[in-house]
């Protein structure tokens, strides 16, 4: 699967949209982007996920650049509740396919 | 609904013992897999089971081991404990042929070894 390059860590004004950026330069065609969260000491917690169209649920988006390249996830107005650890991964169209998680993007909503 | 659920939730063991951690699945799935947490990184994949038997391993030690029952819940085993086996274990679960799907993970064991 290809790898990710997430920033470290960033701050976010409450009420504010929250950008979160990931690469992944050298995903394959059938490599799907996902987005997880893990709040302190609770499990990973599935946000959205895409191929190649923007996404959109409840409670983010994701923009996903034309060739693929790089990925954002939005959390249109973030609340301290958002504050967590953020984890883009690229997993492929496979059967049986585990997730290779990073070291993620430490975010912190300021109030 | 109930999602995914890992019991129990906090465990201290001694080194040299062993441990069973278990894992039920979401309704729908049928593939388990195993992720180890150690305090300030990312889970590492231990393990999968599909149709209660193990497809894929991550690089973990022969102390690892899993069973998976045909109601698709799991069990892991860790033998002969060390002390840098301390770490939250997670457990998720997904559907084998679902390539674009998610995967739901549930709240983790704490295991502390002392």
């Known amino acids: 699967d290809a790898k990710t390059t997430q920033p470290p860590s960033m701050d976010c004004a409450e009420g504010r949209a929250a950008n979160l950026p990931c690469n992944h330069s050298t995903i394959s065609g059938n490599e799907y982007v996902y987005w997880y969260r893990q709040i302190h000491s609770q499990g990973p917690q599935y946000i959205i996920h895409?191929?190649?169209n923007n996404e959109t649920n409840e409670m983010a988006s994701l923009i996903i650049t034309e060739d693929r390249k790089s990925s954002t996830l939005i959390l249109p107005h973030a609340t301290l509740r958002d504050t967590a650890v953020y984890y883009c991964i690229v997993r492929a169209f496979r059967y049986g396919q585990n997730f290779v998680f990073g070291p993620g993007t430490r975010l912190s909503v300021l109030p | 609904d109930a999602g995914v659920t890992q019991s129990p939730t906090h465990l201290i063991k001694t080194r040299g013992q062993q441990v069973t951690l278990r894992c039920s699945p979401k309704s729908g799935h049928d593939t388990v897999s195993w992720y180890q947490q150690a305090l300030g990184q990312g889970p590492q994949f231990i393990f999968q089971y599909y149709e209660e038997e193990e497809r894929q391993r991550g690089n973990f030690p022969d102390r690892f081991s899993g069973h998976q029952f045909p109601n698709y819940s799991s069990e892991l085993n860790v033998n002969a404990l060390l002390l840098g086996d301390s770490a939250l274990y997670l457990c998720?679960?997904?559907?084998?042929?679902?390539?674009?799907?998610?995967?739901?993970f549930g709240q983790g064991t704490r295991l502390t070894v002392v």
């Open positions: 895409g191929l190649k």
């Open positions: 998720a679960s997904s559907l084998y042929r679902g390539g674009g799907t998610e995967a739901f």
